[in-house]
């Protein structure tokens, strides 16, 4: 079974701080304590709508243990690979129109 438990609050702020230094517009829907319902809503430099939450413990890899975020924007559509906090607001702010991935 998925579980969230590598979801905590230093790592929710570390996120929040990521996405702020990149310069990109966020909220949180408040989940904090129940990560599974965790969702942010992130406004990149071209207006584009993003949604990050938690990947599930089973998404997660020992090699790659920071990366526990997934990011998905809908116009248009793509999804990210499983990727660390600093990665997720990177990709977000670097988007490109169009770009495929």
């Known amino acids: 079974m998925a579980t969230f438990a590598h979801i905590t609050p230093a790592r929710c702020t570390q996120l929040g701080k990521a996405l702020t230094a990149a310069g990109l517009t966020w909220q949180d829907n408040g989940n904090h304590d129940r990560p599974e319902l965790l969702t942010y809503t992130v406004t990149d430099p071209h207006g584009r709508r993003w949604t990050i939450q938690p990947a599930t413990s089973n998404q997660i ?9 997934q990011a998905a924007c809908t116009d248009p559509f793509h999804r990210s690979d499983v990727l660390s906090t600093r990665a997720i607001a ?5 988007h490109e129109q169009g770009a495929d991935s």
């Open 90 to 94: 990177a990709l977000i702010h670097d």
């Open 61 to 69: 890899t020992p090699s790659r243990p920071a990366s526990l975020w």
